[in-house]
Structures are given as structure tokens and as C-alpha cells.
């Protein structure tokens, strides 16, 4: 037949590219050891990663402020505690325990016990009060309402979440405080037998009117984060049960509330710390009374924020340490608190996820 060169089944046969084999056929023109194999699948075309992009851009700047977070953290702590030491020094009581509050005498004795139970107590009943009330007011707006009245009312929520506390302290102390002794009136007229509504009086400035004021602080911001929450719902969820003959609130609550839970969680945990922090409304709603007692409607009832406030002022040395020193329980109660809700909320995620 001839000496014919056999056809090659290689793509680059004929073209610019030269094999190995080839090389070594043609002699020393090519030399195999100067020629590489282009990889296979042409990943040889895809540029090189880059040592500086966006993406390492963004990552190293959320983690710096991660690690910020903590350090200021960090740092507010150790300044509470350097500034708080010697006050805790010259005490001559028990700072848990006791429940009076003189830091400015000659041998100061103050108790941090009356004002942390005001706290704590204020801020549960003023949590009991508002979230059955927002988590019906989130529902509503984000199920039942039309879009015409929803998108309107939770606009008008979520403006009350910006009013400053101290509108809300001097609307309570100068216009709803009349209505709650009223009704702290009642209250012990009928059910004075309940040791929580007890007493001869008098009544006004008290644990209840203080925590009515707070929950109607915290109102907007678990009913704006609830709302929020709800809404993320997926609509198959939804629709696969009204699809199986549940009404509108069995679906609701097999479909909505269990994804949701989370996040309420979340919100109440989130209201709670306002709750816990508050200042001004408090300050200006309690009665200032160094005791621990669970009546709620006699006059009486402090906080540690409100503490601070009034008598900030007039605090010596000693005092302003005090004062610091009960600053750094009401850090150690919100770091508590905010640590107890990212523990339920993964809880509540990984099982989430398991069962899914």
C-alpha cells in the first residue's frame, strides 16, 4: 500500500503542538524534556487565586469585629470590677445579702440583694403582661390582617420601639399612674387575700405600675421581631396543612409556632434584656424602697439601673463604687440571661434540624 503516515486520533494531530513521541521520532530538532503535557480537562485556562480578594476581604473584617465585640466586653468588665473592689473593700455588710443602701456614711454598708430581686422581679411580670399581648399582636398582623391594615399598624409598632424611655417614664408617672392605684384599689379590695395584693396601702408608686411601663416598653419589640419571624414561615408548610383539613389555627399551631419558636425565644430574651437594663421609666415610676417584699401594689420596689440614677448625684467615692460595683451584678444578670437564650436557641435549632 505505501509508506503512508497513519492517521492520528489525537485533536492537536496536525497543529502547532508537538508529542513526546513525536519529539523523539524527529530527532534533536525537539527536545522532549522542554515540552509538558497540557492538564487534562483545560484547567491549565482558569486563572490563578488571587492572595487578596473580596471574599478574604470580608472574612477577616467580621471576624476583627467578632473578636472586637469580645474585647469590649472584656474591657467593660475589667473596668467595673477595678473601680468596683474598693468600694467593696470599705463595705462593712454583706454585698449580697443586705438590703439597705449607705454607701455614703462614715462606715458604709450597702446591699445589692433589695434592688437585683426589683430587678429581676420587674422585669418577669412585665414580660408575663406582654408577650401572651405581642405574640397575638404578631400573629394577627402576619395571618389574619389584610395587607392594607398590616403593613400601616406594624409601621406604627415598630415607631413605638423608638420612643425614648423617658416619654414612657413621665407618661407613667404623670397620666397612667392614677388609673393603676385605681385599680390597685380594686385589686385589694377583692383579692387581698393573695398575699401579691395585700397590705393597707398606700398604693401608687409600685412594683405594678413599674412593670406595666415596662411592658409596655418591651411590647413593640417583641411583637415587630415575632411579626418578622412568623412571616419566614415556609408557605408549603402552610399550605400542606389546610391541604390535610386543618383549620386556620391548627395550622397555625403545628405549622407557624413550632418553626418559629426559635425566634420568639429570641425576642423575649431580647425584651427581656430592656427589661433588665431599663433606667429613666423606672426611676420615675418605682417607689425607691430598699426591701425585698412581693407585694406589687403597696408603694415600693428599686432596681439596680434606677438605683443608679437617683442616686448617682450625690454618691461620694465610696458610693459612685457602689454604684459601679451593682452595675457589674446587672452585667453578670444580662450576660446570664443572654448566654441561657443562645443555650435554648440552639437547643431548639439542632433539634430542629435533627428532626427535619
Do not use: C
Amino acid at each position: 500500500m505505501g509508506d503512508y503516515p497513519t492517521g492520528s486520533t489525537n485533536a492537536t494531530a496536525g497543529g502547532p503542538g508537538v508529542t513526546g513521541r513525536h519529539a523523539r521520532s524527529a530527532g534533536n530538532g525537539v527536545s522532549p524534556s522542554s515540552y509538558e503535557e497540557p492538564p487534562i480537562g483545560g484547567g491549565g485556562a482558569l486563572p490563578k487565586k488571587a492572595r487578596f480578594s473580596m471574599e478574604t476581604g470580608f472574612r477577616g473584617l467580621s471576624v476583627s469585629a467578632g473578636a472586637m465585640v469580645l474585647v469590649i466586653i472584656v474591657a467593660i468588665a475589667i473596668f467595673l470590677i477595678a473601680k468596683a473592689v474598693p468600694a467593696l473593700r470599705d463595705n462593712t455588710v454583706n454585698f449580697f445579702s443586705y438590703e439597705q443602701w449607705f454607701p455614703n456614711d462614715a462606715q458604709p454598708k450597702f446591699g445589692i440583694a433589695a434592688i437585683a430581686f426589683g430587678t429581676v422581679l420587674s422585669s418577669v411580670i412585665a414580660l408575663i403582661v406582654a408577650v401572651p399581648i405581642a405574640l397575638g399582636i404578631a400573629l394577627f398582623l402576619s395571618h389574619y390582617a389584610p395587607k392594607r391594615l398590616a403593613n400601616p399598624l406594624g409601621f406604627v409598632i415598630d415607631l413605638l420601639a423608638a420612643v425614648p424611655s423617658v416619654v414612657f417614664g413621665l407618661w407613667g408617672r404623670d397620666v397612667f399612674a392614677q388609673p393603676v392605684q385605681d385599680f390597685s384599689l380594686w385589686l385589694n379590695k377583692y383579692f387581698s387575700w393573695i398575699p401579691l395584693f395585700g397590705g393597707d396601702g398606700p398604693f401608687g408608686r409600685s412594683i405594678l405600675l413599674g412593670s406595666l411601663v415596662l411592658a409596655i416598653m418591651v411590647l413593640p419589640i417583641v411583637t415587630s421581631l415575632s411579626r418578622e419571624v412568623f412571616q419566614q414561615t415556609p408557605g408549603m408548610n402552610e399550605e400542606a396543612a389546610l391541604a390535610l383539613g386543618a383549620t386556620k389555627w391548627e395550622m397555625i399551631r403545628t405549622a407557624v409556632l413550632p418553626y418559629g419558636k426559635p425566634g420568639v425565644i429570641a425576642a423575649v430574651m431580647l425584651g427581656l434584656g430592656r427589661a433588665l437594663g431599663e433606667t429613666i421609666a423606672l426611676a420615675l415610676t418605682l417607689g425607691t424602697v430598699f426591701s425585698i417584699s412581693f407585694n406589687l401594689i403597696q408603694v415600693g420596689g428599686n432596681s439596680i439601673a434606677a438605683n443608679i440614677a437617683n442616686t448617682f448625684g450625690e454618691a461620694n467615692d465610696t458610693g459612685r463604687g457602689a454604684l459601679i460595683a451593682s452595675g457589674l451584678v446587672l452585667f453578670a444578670i444580662t450576660l446570664v440571661v443572654n448566654m441561657a437564650a443562645r443555650a435554648i436557641i440552639y437547643r431548639r435549632r439542632e433539634f430542629r434540624d435533627a428532626a427535619a
